[in-house]
């Protein structure tokens, strides 16, 4: 009897070990957004013969140029979170916010992200430099940084370029404040690249006013 009892025991033990064996689920990274809704796009109106805008798609610095989200401790040093990243790359998430910023200036006839069926009279190209938070000094603070130049579409003549540079103090030291402090800090720089570049455009002289 002891033995039949030991032998219909074994396979729960076995069970109980293999389980224990098993490797366990991996754990799903968090994912979070730049555009926290705030620069949604509104109606504005534009003046007769206003240009027509396309926006290339953002290029990234290497090591800015995937999901990572980065951080940094040491000068010169890029580290990535290991459980939390961009739901995009950050270029990515940039470009319809670009748009919509620009759209709303009020300075463009239209603004439309490249590749596109219609003629621009302008386009913009970017880069993002950095988006980062930095670990050396505390409170972190998150460093954004995009280049931008505004090109006559038909000549490639550069209008205008400029570099944005926005740091934005997070309110916790862990991926979730550095993801709301990078939130803030892309509101204020999209607010700088449209008030730029939609004076910039105000003062091209008008396709009509050229020819005269």
Excluded: H
């Excluded at 994912?31 to 206003?50: C, E, P």
């Amino acid at each position: 009897m002891k033995r039949r009892t030991l032998l219909m025991a074994s396979p729960m033990l076995l069970g109980g070990c293999a389980g224990s064996l098993l490797p366990k689920p991996s754990r799903s990274p968090t994912s979070f957004t730049l555009d926290d809704g705030s620069s949604a796009a509104t109606a504005v109106s534009t003046a007769d013969g206003a240009p027509v805008l396309l926006v290339d798609m953002p290029r990234a610095a290497p090591g800015f140029d995937s999901k990572r989200m980065i951080y940094t401790r040491r000068p010169q040093e890029l580290e990535a979170y290991a459980f939390s990243e961009w739901v995009e790359t950050p270029a990515r998430l940039l470009a319809p916010m670009l748009v919509r910023s620009l759209q709303s200036g009020g300075a463009f006839g239209a603004v439309m992200l490249a590749p596109s069926a219609a003629l621009g009279t302008l386009r913009l190209e970017s880069e993002l430099i950095r988006l980062q938070q930095d670990f050396n000094v505390y409170p972190s603070i998150v460093r954004l940084t995009v280049r931008a130049t505004l090109l006559d579409a038909s000549t490639r003549a550069v209008i205008a370029s400029r570099e944005f540079d926005e740091r934005e103090a997070s309110l916790s030291e862990d991926a979730s404040g550095g993801a709301a402090a990078g939130q803030r800090a892309i509101q204020r720089l999209l607010t700088e690249f449209s008030a730029f570049f939609s004076q910039q455009a105000r003062l091209r002289p008008s396709a009509a006013g050229s020819d005269k």
